[in-house]
């Protein structure tokens, strides 16, 4: 350090100027015209003012330590997102998600391919390339991975530097350029909100994820005398009965419970599957069978033991040692039948029917502490830290590289948070974390990442904007942001037809873009914005962190 203020060490002054940059940032992150703001990029830029402040007066900072702050922000920041994404993430890539997730995907491969175009075309220098690409999707860990990859390529400090120059450029018209992509295709279509909005209701009242149920009288005189496990899928096929009215009495079906005509069963499941149930069973039955009034109860159950998460419903014998059944499980907002061969996760809840002292014992079994979920385990969070460096270590030999493909400090701890948040816990670990926590956290740690980054490029952005390459790469930004998002909103609207509202959360996710999202929100009340946000965000981040590292192994 060549200079000093008011005789502070370097401890002491660093922490001032990571401060004050996320003091300055986050105030001029909250200024917005219409709903659109910066931002947390307003750490960036408050760290280029300062580090541009810095430059001029002579005060340099401790290398060694702002690499530190910046490589562990950035570890913070992409394990907390892993973590919170982790036990949806293969969800999401199923079903009604596919489409959604190939459209986002699409997005990231066509950004990849302009930004390679653009560096053939006009010579761009890699460092510059890879900065300007993740500044133009405003996507913050991406800045992070092509900045490692380019330390473990060897390149020099100026080198490393410069991706933060890049993005710096190219993301105010980042931000903007997804509001007009919204726009553009909003009307061309001639899109009416209001319609799209009713429409996408409809479509999630036909497809809901609650599990519907339907109560049947036996009229098959066929299965008169047969236990209910001899009874054609009415086990293990994805329908479940949940509890039986035999001989005026309620009571909990088993399998060598024996039918009767005139027996009632209450049955959840798919809706398509109870009535295939009805066409073997009989009709649907006017009595509704309720617990009231009954010795039979029923109760929510929270799954937070180790000893019941991981492990198959059959294997803990629930319905023969307790006399219980599991009707429902929902998980991650989703209602899914519980199945004999289905493994419970933890956060799981289960829906069980039962005697009322045997709900109680399950209570003990399953664990139900919800204070579980309320509280951060550390001794995970910090095992999950060291697993994803040493994994982000690793080489992996890519045939046709000129060197090892690494994950790196920012995409090691983002693949393992996904496993251990799809895992949940493991003995005495748990990788369960409360929204308010995880977002402090995640908050935190990309604070940190872009002050230092700002700090670090804050001496030469001025020179770079004013009389350097910097209006160039601004019209290099647009083009990586625009081409790629109007290309796929043209053909999700026009040739698949899918909904307004939905490919607008597409659009933002495509970015990893909160501020494009509030400005989808806006347009209406609906969620479908941020439904379709949430199932494309856990792939998409996945892809804007390792493709930065791609380019600079190809092209460097």
């Not at 990571?18 to 909250?30: E, H, I, N, T």
């Not at 280029?48 to 330590?65: C, K, Q, W, Y």
């Not at 950004?111 to 010579?123: E, I, N, P, R, S």
């Not at 350029?177 to 799209?196: K, N, Q, S, T, Y």
Request: with cysteine.
């Amino acid at each position: 350090m060549t200079g000093t203020v008011f005789g502070l060490g370097e401890v002491a002054q660093a922490t001032i100027a990571l401060a004050l940059a996320g003091v300055m940032g986050l105030l001029l992150g909250k200024l917005n015209i219409r709903g659109v703001g910066l931002g947390i990029g307003g750490v960036l830029f408050a760290g280029i003012a300062l580090g541009d402040i810095a430059s001029r007066t002579g005060v340099h900072f401790n290398p060694e330590m702002m690499e530190f702050v910046r490589e562990f922000g950035l570890i913070l920041f992409v394990f907390t997102i892993g973590i919170e994404v982790g036990p949806g993430f293969f969800a999401s890539l199923r079903k009604s998600g596919l489409q959604l997730n190939t459209l986002a995907a699409s997005i990231v491969l066509l950004g990849v391919a302009v930004t390679v175009a653009l560096h053939y075309a006009f010579d761009i220098p890699v460092p510059a390339l890879v900065g300007i690409m993740s500044g133009a999707v405003t996507n913050t860990p991406g800045l992070g991975a092509a900045t490692q990859a380019l330390a473990d390529m060897g390149a020099g400090a100026d080198a490393v530097a410069t991706p933060s120059l890049g993005y710096a450029v190219a993301y105010p018209f980042g931000i903007v350029g997804i509001l007009l992509a919204m726009l553009l295709v909003r009307f061309a279509a001639g899109v009416d909100i209001p319609a799209e909005a009713r429409a996408y209701d409809a479509h999630r009242r036909k497809g809901s994820g609650t599990l519907p149920s339907l109560d049947v009288v036996v009229r098959n005189e066929n299965l008169d005398g047969l236990t209910l496990g001899e009874v054609p899928g009415l086990f293990d096929a994805g329908v479940v009965r949940s509890r039986m009215r035999k001989s005026g009495e309620l009571m909990v079906p088993q399998r060598d419970t024996v039918l009767a005509v005139g027996n009632i069963l209450h049955l959840v499941g798919p809706a398509e599957k109870l009535q295939a149930m009805r066409l073997v069973l009989g009709v649907e039955s006017e009595t509704k069978l309720s617990t009231q009034g009954t010795e039979l109860s029923w109760a929510r159950i929270l799954v937070t033991d180790n000893a019941a998460s991981g492990h198959r419903l059959r294997s803990l014998r629930l319905e023969e040692s307790y006399g219980v059944s599991v009707s429902r499980i929902m998980r991650a907002g989703l209602e899914i039948p519980a199945q004999g061969d289905g493994t419970l996760e933890f956060g799981d809840i289960v829906t069980v029917v039962g005697p009322r002292d045997m709900i109680q014992k399950v209570r003990g079994i399953l664990g139900d502490e919800k204070r579980r979920l309320d509280r951060v385990d550390f001794p995970g969070v910090f095992l999950g830290i060291v697993l994803g460096v040493i994994l982000g270590s690793i080489p992996i030999a890519v045939p046709g590289l000129p060197a090892p493909l690494k994950l790196g400090l920012a995409g090691g701890p983002l693949v393992v948070a996904i496993l251990l948040g799809r895992l949940g816990s493991w003995g005495p670990f748990t990788w369960v974390m409360p929204p308010a926590a995880n977002h402090a956290l995640r908050e935190f740690g990309i604070i940190l990442f872009l002050a230092v980054v700002g700090l670090k490029a804050g001496d030469r952005f001025l020179d770079t904007l004013i009389t350097g390459d910097g209006l160039s790469w601004v019209l290099y930004g647009a083009t990586i942001t625009l081409v790629p998002l109007i290309a796929v909103g043209v053909i999700g609207r026009f040739v698949l037809g899918l909904n307004y509202l939905s490919l607008c959360g597409v659009l933002a996710g495509s970015m990893t873009d909160p501020p494009a999202l509030a400005f989808a929100n806006a347009q209406n009340e609906s969620p479908a914005a941020s439904v379709a946000y949430a199932t494309v965000y856990p792939l998409v981040m996945g892809l804007r962190i390792f493709a930065p590292q791609l380019l600079v192994l190809l092209l460097l």
